[in-house]
Every structure is written in structure tokens, then in C-alpha cells.
């Protein structure tokens, strides 16, 4: 990416840029590993398109720090990463991985994308979410090949157009409650998928973490995926609709870590982010007062169990500093 006549990054483009080259350095070893263990020849294609993207945007950002003589960030190095510890996971886990990881990753691009003004900048993440999409089609065309799979619930075709008449429709505490909205069954049924890959993650991270308080750490995050999987699931089966299957079946027995825990941490630290963030766009999707209501309290619970994952990168030094404002108060003392 150029320098375009020195205009400067804005506070969006350069903590974008920032965030990016750290989740995408991470990216770069985990993809690279499913790599080393990976037996599928068509799953490893689809594994070898991901990491190739991973190292384009590293490669894209670290030139535009160079150029704007900006400090290149740590991220996640050789250092991070055990090229011959066995696999974790199993090969149909890393496409469903790959999968869910393109979810967030066009969430985020989604966001971050109209916020970008630097032509560089904008051409950058227009490219960033063109092969997100990419990916994610890949990935789900070749889960719909091998029967892997997993679709939202189907409702019938409305055979007529109708409006709302009562308050009742948003309601949910009490008395009878009307059937879900396809809106509903659909954030449901996703987040139930984004929680079930946290519990699979969650179980292989625990078996390997060298820190007990990460092991920890990891075990209380696969209880409350536990836990917000059952909220949500409740919700479909009283619709008689379906559940998304586990993927618990999908780790191995393997205690050689792969990664490192600053990497697994900061691993869990994106997923909690994502997860807080989809909890946020659900409860404006869900016109049911009760549903709406489960979101925001489960949400709470996800910011406190982020929170003391961020405690937990301070105190062993593995949290990097996102870029900050200048301290106005800081510089007038000196």
C-alpha cells in the first residue's frame, strides 16, 4: 500500500490496521499448523487459501508502517507456534473453524470498511472483505460437499402478507408466547455455532495450556459456552426446531500444545469480542422482549469473563497496547 502524498492515518485506519496485523499474525500460526497435521486434500486446499490471505494483509499492513514510520507490532511469532506437536483438532474442525472464523471476519471488515477515507486504506479492506467472501464461500461450498453442513431451521412460506396488530407480538414474560421470527431462529441458531466452537476450542486449549490459570481460564470459558448453549437451545426446541450438532467429538486427546498461551488467550480475547458483538446486533433482531432480555444478561457475563482474560495477558505482559489518544493532561504537565 502506498503512502498517498502523506496524508495521515486517521484514528480509525491506524487502530484498525493495528487490531488486524495482530489477529492475523495469530491467524498465520494457526492456519499454518492445520497445515502441518491437515490429511484432507480438498480441506487443505481451502486451508491453504486462508493462510495465504492471512499473510497478504500482514504483508499489506507492515508496509504501510514501514512507510509511515510507525512502530511494527509484535503480534505472534515462531515462538508462538509448535510445529510438531500432533493435531488438536480434526480436519472436518478446521473447515468449520475456517467457516465461523470468515463470520467474524466479515462482521468486522463490514464495520471497519466504511470508516476508512485513505484511498490505500479503502482499497485495502474493500480487498479484505472481498476475500472474506471468497473464503466463506469456499468453505461452505465444500462443508454442502462432504454432507458437513450445518443449516439454520426451515419455516414455512408465508401464504400471505400481514401486519402486526397487537403489543403482545413483543412480549414474551408472561402469558402465551407467539412462535420465533426467522430473524430470531436465525441470530439463535448462530450464536449457538459461535458458542459450540468456543466449547471445542475451549476443551483442546485446556488439555495443552502450560499456566493452570489458563487452563482455568479455558474451563470456566467452556462452562458458560455450555451454559449459553443450553439458554439458546431451550428457545428452538420448544419451536421443535433444530440444535446445532456438538463438535466436542471433533478434539483430539492430544496434550502437546500447538500455540502458546499468549496466543490461545488472545485467541479467546477475539472470540469474546466477537461474541459480545453478536450478542449487541441480536438483541436489536429480537422483536421478543424475553429473547432481547437473555441477550443482555448473558452479555454481562461475557464482558466480566473477557475482562479477566485481559487481567490475566496483563499480568504475564502478553497485551500490546492498541494506539491511544494524546494525554492533553500528561502533556501540559511537562
Not at 486434500?41 to 486462508?50: F, N, Q
Not at 486427546?253 to 461474541?275: R, T, V, Y
Amino acid at each position: 500500500m502506498a503512502n498517498h502524498e502523506n496524508i495521515q492515518l486517521t484514528s480509525a485506519e491506524l487502530a484498525a490496521l493495528h487490531q488486524n496485523y495482530l489477529g492475523d499474525t495469530m491467524s498465520m500460526f494457526v492456519f499454518g499448523h492445520f497445515l502441518e497435521t491437515v490429511e484432507d486434500s480438498e480441506i487443505k486446499t481451502v486451508v491453504e487459501h486462508a493462510l495465504d490471505i492471512s499473510r497478504q494483509h500482514v504483508e499489506g499492513i507492515k508496509e504501510t508502517f514501514v512507510k509511515e514510520n510507525i512502530p511494527i507490532p509484535i503480534g505472534f511469532t515462531d515462538q508462538d507456534v509448535n510445529k510438531r506437536a500432533p493435531r488438536l483438532f480434526s480436519d472436518p474442525f478446521y473447515l468449520y473453524y475456517i467457516k465461523h472464523m470468515a463470520r467474524g471476519g466479515l462482521a468486522i471488515y463490514g464495520f471497519i470498511q466504511p470508516h476508512m477515507f485513505r484511498d490505500d486504506i479503502l482499497s485495502f479492506y474493500t480487498k479484505c472483505l472481498q476475500s472474506t467472501i471468497e473464503l466463506n464461500n469456499e468453505a461452505t461450498d465444500l462443508l454442502k460437499k462432504k454432507g458437513l453442513s450445518v443449516r439454520p431451521a426451515y419455516i414455512p412460506y408465508p401464504d400471505k402478507n400481514e401486519f402486526i396488530h397487537k403489543q403482545s407480538f413483543l412480549s414474551g414474560f408472561m402469558g402465551d408466547k407467539r412462535p420465533l421470527t426467522g430473524m430470531e431462529i436465525t441470530h439463535l441458531f448462530g450464536n449457538i455455532q459461535t458458542n459450540k466452537l468456543g466449547e471445542a476450542l475451549a476443551t483442546g486449549f485446556s488439555q495443552v495450556a502450560q499456566s493452570k490459570k489458563v487452563t482455568k481460564y479455558f474451563l470456566r470459558g467452556k462452562e458458560i459456552a455450555e451454559k449459553h448453549i443450553k439458554v439458546f437451545s431451550e428457545y428452538l426446541r420448544v419451536e421443535n426446531l433444530p440444535v446445532p450438532m456438538t463438535w466436542d467429538h471433533e478434539v483430539s486427546k492430544s496434550q502437546e500444545a500447538p500455540f502458546s498461551d499468549k496466543l490461545m488467550m488472545f485467541h479467546f480475547g477475539i472470540m469474546n469480542f466477537s461474541g459480545s458483538g453478536n450478542y449487541g446486533m441480536s438483541v436489536a433482531a429480537s422483536q421478543r422482549k424475553d429473547i432481547a432480555a437473555i441477550y443482555a444478561r448473558l452479555n454481562a457475563e461475557i464482558l466480566l469473563y473477557a475482562e479477566d482474560g485481559a487481567n490475566i495477558m496483563i499480568d504475564e505482559g502478553w497485551l500490546e497496547q492498541p494506539p491511544l489518544a494524546a494525554d492533553r493532561n500528561d502533556l501540559a504537565k511537562t
